[in-house]
């Protein structure tokens, strides 16, 4: 029975050691079964007892049993501290901090030239201007011989543009037009149709500004764009004269650009207005002093106007004896380029989420 005894000791050792080591429950429960399972080692030791005799059976079987009890309860605690660890573990793991700041979302927003758009028809709009809209695919009267520029004029060549045939765009040379019927659909190369359009339908005075998309069969580079925004106003009344157009224009650019500017008119040629003017306004980089943005000279070229030809209000259904008025017309991206200084049109149009983000 020595030997029983020795196997006890060593067998308490085994167990020991083994719970000790367990890293979780499924390895503990296979420690378990095989020491105190159905035919674990210890309940073999239980069973051989009956061979034994009597005096050993008791001594050996109080031992055995004793060992039986002590190694349930370091089972138990074993098992108690595994859980104890999961449970950790879990809530480390889902811990969360309900009074940590929560995540913005990313938000997008306006694009530039939306952005400059909506500024600049609040400041007409102060002024007592409405804003309206035209359609970009125009017919060639609308967008020529409305306003007086007939088939075979050569300033249709300035406004070369894309043909709508049978639903789909294709490009015709302008000098291709003459024989083009004048409800010919193309895409509009100035918003200056929409002033028609208006004229046509609501009687003076008016007071209207359109700011749309444009386009023009065009190379493009860093100042031109296949497709591109234009600003057009219009201004009709009895007396409308070039000194209404010269307060409304000045202060338009003082509130825009948020400092005084000078304005300049030259003479220049529109076949819609009589007389036409180019209008410039003081360098915004130099102040007028003269730099190399505006090749020395203190002024920026910014937009074409003049008064509203009569030819324009005839074919509007307006009588000029009684009517006389001003309209100008300016690239918006231009505007917009110069308010944020940016160099290259193309940015606008481009997607590129690292010109965007800074606006
Ligand atoms: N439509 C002209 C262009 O595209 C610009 C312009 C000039 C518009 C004079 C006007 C105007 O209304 O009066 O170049």
């Known amino acids: 029975m020595k030997m029983a005894k020795i196997d006890l000791k060593l067998l308490k050792n085994r167990a020991e050691k083994a719970i000790k080591k ?71 793991k889902e811990w969360i901090d309900i009074t940590a700041p929560g995540k913005k979302p990313v938000l997008g927003h306006l694009h530039p030239l939306t952005q400059i758009r909506r500024k600049t028809e609040e400041i007409f709009q102060a002024m007592g201007f409405t804003v309206v809209e035209g359609p970009e695919i125009e017919t060639d009267w609308y967008n ?51 002033d028609v359009r208006y004229m046509e339908k609501n009687n003076p005075p008016l007071r209207i500004i359109t700011i749309g998309r444009c386009f023009r069969h065009e190379a493009t580079d860093a100042s031109h764009e296949v497709n591109f925004y234009q600003l057009d106003g219009l201004m009709v009344g009895k007396d409308i004269s070039v000194a209404n157009f010269k307060a409304t224009i000045q202060e338009f650019f003082h509130r825009f650009f948020e400092k005084s500017i000078e304005i ?83 940015l606008f149009y481009s997607g590129d989420l690292r010109f965007l983000h800074q606006f």
């Open 144 to 194: 020529f011989d409305a306003l007086n520029v007939p088939a075979e004029h050569p300033a249709r060549d300035l406004w070369d543009t894309f043909y709508i045939k049978n639903g789909s765009a294709m490009r015709t040379s302008s000098s291709s037009s003459p024989s083009l019927p004048s409800e010919a659909r193309l895409l509009r190369t100035h918003t200056t149709p929409v």
């Open 22 to 92: 367990a890293k979780d429950l499924k390895e503990l429960n296979e420690i378990f079964k095989k020491y105190l399972g159905k035919r674990g080692e210890l309940t073999q030791v239980l069973k051989s007892l009956e061979k034994l005799p009597k005096a050993k059976k008791i001594k050996i079987g109080k031992e055995a049993n004793q060992l039986k009890d002590f190694l349930r309860i370091k089972f138990d605690q074993k098992a108690q501290e595994i859980k104890e660890k999961i449970e950790k573990e879990v809530e480390e």
């Open 264 to 346: 300049r008119m030259r003479p220049s040629y529109f076949p819609f207005t009589e007389p036409s003017f180019e209008v410039d306004i003081t360098c915004l980089v130099c102040g007028g002093k003269g730099c190399s943005a505006c090749q020395r000279t203190g002024w920026m070229e910014m937009l074409g106007a003049g008064m509203m030809h009569p030819n324009v209000f005839k074919n509007s259904g307006l009588n000029p004896k009684f009517w006389q008025g001003w309209a100008f017309g300016m690239g918006f991206d231009r505007l917009a380029m110069m308010k944020y200084k940016i160099n290259d049109i193309r």
